[in-house]
T-cell receptor, first 113, second 112 residues
Framework: GAVVSQHPSWVICKSGTSVKIECRSL??????MFWYRQFPKQSLMLMAT?????????EQGVEKDKFLINHASLTLSTLTVTSAHPEDSSFYIC?????????FGSGTRLTVV | KQEVTQIPAALSVPEGENLVLNCSFT??????LQWFRQDPGKGLTSLLL?????REQTSGRLNASLDKSSGRSTLYIAASQPGDSATYLC???????????FGQGTTLQVKP
């Protein structure tokens, strides 16, 4: 089945710094990648959809200038949290969606101090 | 706009009990309905996927049903075990884009 490798698994960063999260499709080519986040004791919410070779689409309320998404190749999508603040502390997880059995990355736990 | 709700938010049962987790959705025009398991601090494991044309799916001790007309899905766990302790999420897909709308989850604790 489709395998998505997500890195890092966890990261602690200082306020004001940027953090990049990578999702790689190991055995397939992902034209689309969905990025979700999950705040403590809440469910997963879709943040944005990245599309290879074109601009990402963002859900309402998600700042596109703060959460930079790049999908420059069919095997790599990245999410960069810019100028991170403690309220950005969350669990971020990616998924290529329906064509690949709804597989998910293992998630990234971001803590901003 | 699709909204997904799960009840109860938390459930604690003794080992061996059969149990039912509930999921409701507002838009019956779903593409499919899925149940996932999430262990603390971990990613998601897909348990069962029910296509819109199906009524139920079974895998081992798990059985999921789908009633589009009433906007409901249930996950039945038979003979629960402590290893079943986790958060269970249901998610609806509207259209074939792969975009998932998740419920809030039910946190299950199975006591030995």
């Amino acid at each position: 089945g489709a395998v998505v490798s997500q890195h890092p698994s966890w990261v602690i960063c200082k306020s004001g710094t940027s953090v990049k999260i990578e999702c790689r499709s190991l055995d397939f080519q992902a034209t689309t990648m969905f990025w979700y986040r999950q705040f403590p004791k809440q469910s997963l919410m879709l943040m944005a959809t990245s599309n290879e070779g074109s601009k990402a689409t963002y859900e309402q309320g998600v700042e596109k200038d703060k959460f930079l998404i790049n999908h420059a190749s069919l095997t790599l999508s990245t999410l960069t949290v810019t100028s991170a603040h403690p309220e950005d502390s969350s669990f971020y997880i990616c998924s290529p969606g329906t064509n690949y059995g709804y597989t998910f990355g293992s998630g990234t736990r971001l803590t901003v101090v | 706009k699709q909204e997904v709700t799960q009840i109860p938010a938390a459930l604690s049962v003794p080992e061996g009990e059969n149990l039912v987790l509930n999921c409701s959705f507002t838009d019956s025009a779903i593409y499919n309905l899925q149940w996932f398991r999430q262990d603390p601090g971990k990613g998601l494991t897909s348990l069962l996927l029910i296509q819109s044309s199906q009524r139920e799916q079974t895998s081992g001790r798990l059985n999921a049903s789908l009633d589009k007309s009433s906007g409901r899905s249930t996950l039945y766990i038979a003979a629960s075990q402590p290893g079943d302790s986790a958060t269970y999420l249901c998610a609806a897909t509207s259209g074939n884009t792969g975009k998932l709308i998740f419920g809030q989850g039910t946190t299950l604790q199975v006591k030995p």
